[in-house]
């Protein structure tokens, strides 16, 4: 008797990997893609090959906020993604608000912040509502939710964007305008300082050569 359960429960587990892994995900991005925001897409869509790269190059689609300075706690930005020409559509997407400056190369360290809201029957959120994806299987052009703030105020945020057309065309890391962008001090100075030395090095050079 246990074992026909344990049979039954580990069919049921090997099929709903299976879904995951081979289908190009027509309900949405899974709850597994919540720190790498990767299409788990394989080449030649069989398992046992290597997850497919994003493309590179210029992507023709865009991630845009309503508002992008002096966000405070608890602010609705409303956030669309979309395509910069009509016969340029996407069938997936999955979208949270990161660090501006984030190390991508290590997910395990990744934070998302706030939360979002849907009022379109083709999106859904996911990762606690720390994102949002396609809830439906469709040719989009433009989609758009709305992100909540989280409670303490935050600066150099980016709505950070993975955008599919197909199984095997897909962006990854598309960024909307940084959210509460500092670049005050820290990097304003610095550059003065640099413009000032490489100045008095000129004016040096330029008179020792009299
Ligand atoms: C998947 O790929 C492996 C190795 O590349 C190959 O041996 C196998 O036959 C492939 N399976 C299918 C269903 O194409
Ligand atoms: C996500 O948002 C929904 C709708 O606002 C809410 O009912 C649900 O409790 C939220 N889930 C989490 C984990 O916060
Ligand atoms: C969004 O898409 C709809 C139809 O898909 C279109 O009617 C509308 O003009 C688009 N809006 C923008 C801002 O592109
Ligand atoms: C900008 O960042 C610097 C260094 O991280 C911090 O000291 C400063 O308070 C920030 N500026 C504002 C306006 O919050």
Not at 78 to 85: D, G, H, K, L, R
Not at 91 to 115: C, H, L, N, P
Request: net charge negative.
């Amino acid at each position: 008797m246990a074992s026909t359960c344990f049979i039954i429960l580990a069919a049921l587990v090997i099929s709903i990997i299976d879904v995951d892994v081979v289908e190009p995900y027509p309900e949405g991005a899974p709850e597994s893609t919540c720190k790498d925001m990767r299409p788990q897409h394989k080449v030649g869509k069989n398992d046992s090959n290597p997850l497919i790269d994003p493309m590179g190059g210029i992507s023709v689609y865009m991630i845009q906020a309503s508002k992008k300075e002096n966000v405070m706690p608890g602010d609705k930005v409303e956030v669309t993604i979309m395509s910069n020409a009509p016969e340029e559509y996407f069938e997936g997407f999955q979208v949270q608000a990161r660090s501006k400056d984030e190390e991508v190369t290590d997910v395990s360290t990744i934070m998302r912040y706030g939360t979002f809201t849907v009022n379109d029957a083709r999106v859904k959120t996911l990762c606690e509502n720390g994102s949002v994806t396609h809830a439906v299987h469709e040719h989009m052009h433009n989609v758009s939710f709305t992100w909540t703030a989280p409670s303490q105020k935050l600066e150099n945020i980016v709505f950070k964007a993975t955008v599919v057309k197909g199984y095997s065309t897909f962006y990854m890391h598309l960024k909307s305008d940084v959210i509460n962008e500092n670049n005050s001090c820290n990097n304003v100075i610095p550059s003065i300082a640099i413009m000032a030395f490489a100045a008095i090095f000129a004016l040096n050079q330029a008179r020792s050569n009299y």
